[in-house]
């Protein structure tokens, strides 16, 4: 893969709590109270409701799921007292307390121990008391003792799943897209019980929407395949068995299939993988689709063929195009295989031992088997064990650093990378995704600090500082996060969690670092050089 690219999404949130953003995918944001305000206090991760009255607190955040796709919301509540009622709102609006025309679901418990769940569609408003009135109960759960819940929402346009502590309270489905997106937040509420909650985490999916994140169906084109929970194909004859699922990769994204294959004995004959298979291509008039085939014997390289003509009555390829042959070998026995495409570039990586070797790296015009195609298994003549393919949905990230620092009393603060993003050939769910800064030139003065900052660029430019009195500094960015950093005898690093959020994509992040520097400047504040990810890549 390039080396200035890094295949797993990116979202600018490290070390500390964000502004509002427009979704809630993986991160916290903000929270606001509709009512009840003094009642909420902030302890730690958890947000506090004393009960005498009731309150709602929400995320100043959207909850959205693109097409296809779940929001997972994790959170924890704690009950204090066997009086009122709280639990979770979902799909709420601000305001929607007091609307006149309200829609929103609630997942309510009493404060009695032994209470179930019940979930209700409120379309009403509040009551002056704050007790939900004209409320349609959707579903209730069997009674449950514990008074502290850990739940799990999942929530799509046609299914709703709640789970507490892993065992499944509610598992509907219906329309719930008006739930979705628009202006629709994710809060807790109480009803005269004191509660605990934990902040929610957001999450989607990593899996592309088609296959979420595994395919358990499959199909066969012929041959004689026997689908255990290890799939075997035994010889003689042959065979082709594909996934039930397409996939697509829009632009700045790649798929990656880890495919593992155990070729049986005896090693004869040969085998491997398709790509961009559509149903019925094996038989088609004018098939199109690629090959990775490797011999089944020990020590043998991987073959990459494009194929357009239909197989021969006797199952195999005819005329096929060879696009490249592997210098290297795969391993004997079980072979553990990476597939990593993208419209523009075909990678295979695959382990040796403890460690991961690119097998094939080849560039071309890839673009037709990525857009609602399949991947699949072929077998000419020879024994094969496979297991169940697992996707992952990538994205390019480019680092660069740019800018320039400021004079401090210990010199020009400066960034510098590291690790940029960049990991060595890796099957993508064991890379850490980490982009590590070291910070030079720090102030040396015991009354001085330093901090980071990550946020989106500034739309009109840096702005110049010197105007508030620190001569040729500037601000890179719009600080959305602010980073503590611990410098030691001038120098700190700065570690960078980068997370795989998809809806991301195409979006351009920065970080730099400030440094409370008392004998610099009258306004006793630098500013160093900048970095950058761009998720997605440069097009």
């Known amino acids: 893969m390039n080396a200035k690219q890094l295949v797993v999404a990116c979202a600018a949130l490290v070390g500390g709590s964000a502004h509002a953003q427009s979704t809630c995918l993986g991160i916290v944001t903000d929270l606001s109270v509709e009512f009840g305000g003094p009642e909420w206090q902030t302890f730690g991760t958890a947000w506090s409701f004393g009960g005498n009255g009731s309150g ?7 909850v959205e799921a693109p097409p296809g796709e779940a929001v997972t919301i994790d959170s924890r509540i704690s009950f204090f007292a066997g009086i009122g009622v709280a639990g979770f709102v979902v799909g709420y609006e601000p305001g929607d307390h007091a609307s006149s025309g309200p829609d929103y679901l609630a ?6 121990g032994n209470s179930p769940w019940r979930l209700y569609r ?16 959707l579903a209730e759960s069997g009674a449950n003792p514990d008074q502290t819940h850990d739940a799990t929402i999942e929530l799509s346009v046609d299914r709703l799943l709640v789970q507490d502590g892993g065992t499944t309270v509610f598992d509907l489905t219906g329309d719930y897209s008006t739930y979705l997106g628009g202006n629709s937040r994710f809060g807790f509420v109480s009803f005269q019980q004191p509660t605990n909650f934990d902040l929610p985490e957001f999450s989607l999916p990593e899996a592309i929407p088609a296959c979420q994140g595994l395919s358990g169906s499959y199909s066969l084109e012929f041959g004689s395949w026997n689908l255990s929970s290890s ?3 035994l010889p003689p004859g042959n065979g082709i068995v594909y996934t039930n699922c397409s996939f697509s990769a829009s632009s700045g994204t790649s798929i990656s299939v880890h495919f593992p294959i155990l070729f049986g004995f005896p090693r004869v004959g040969s085998g491997g993988y398709l790509l961009g298979y559509e149903p019925g291509e094996a038989t088609a008039v004018e098939p199109d689709y690629l090959a990775l085939i490797t011999d089944a014997a020990d020590d043998s390289p991987m073959f990459v063929y494009r194929i357009t003509e239909p197989l021969s009555p006797s199952g195999e390829f005819q005329n096929p195009e060879l696009l490249h042959v592997s210098s290297d070998d795969h391993p004997p026995g079980l072979t553990e295989f990476v597939i990593i495409f993208d419209a523009n570039e075909l990678t295979v990586i695959q382990r040796v031992g403890s460690q991961w070797e ?9 673009s037709s088997y990525v857009s609602s195609s399949r991947i699949g298994l ?6 094969m064990t496979w297991t169940t393919p697992r996707f992952e949905t990538l994205v390019n990230v480019e680092a660069e650093l740019g800018g320039l620092g400021c004079q401090g009393s210990n010199g020009v603060p400066t960034m510098s990378f590291v690790s940029a993003p960049i990991p060595s050939p890796s099957i993508i769910s064991e890379v850490e995704p980490n982009l590590v800064l070291s910070i030079d030139n720090l102030p040396l003065s015991i009354v001085s600090a330093a901090f980071g900052m990550i946020g989106r660029p500034l ?12 001569s040729g500094c500037s601000l890179h960015l719009r600080a959305d996060v602010f980073v503590p950093l611990t410098p030691t005898a001038g120098s700190a690093t700065w570690t960078i969690e980068v997370p795989p959020l998809m809806p991301l994509i195409g979006q351009d992040y920065l970080f730099q670092t400030g440094q409370l520097d008392l004998l610099a400047n009258p306004l006793g504040l630098t500013t160093s ?9 440069s097009e």
């Open 56 to 62: 709602l607190v929400y995320t100043d955040c959207v």
């Open 107 to 112: 997942l309510l418990r009493s404060g009695l």
């Open 122 to 137: 409120v379309d009403a408003p509040l009551l002056a008391n704050g007790v939900p009135a004209g409320s349609e109960l």
């Open 231 to 233: 799939a075997t194909f």
């Open 358 to 366: 690119t097998l094939v790296d080849l560039t071309g015009e890839f």
């Open 378 to 383: 072929v077998s000419f003549g020879q024994s």
């Open 459 to 470: 739309p009109t430019g840096p702005i110049d500082l010197s105007v508030v009195g620190a």
């Open 529 to 537: 050089n900048s970095a950058s990810l761009r998720i997605g890549g």
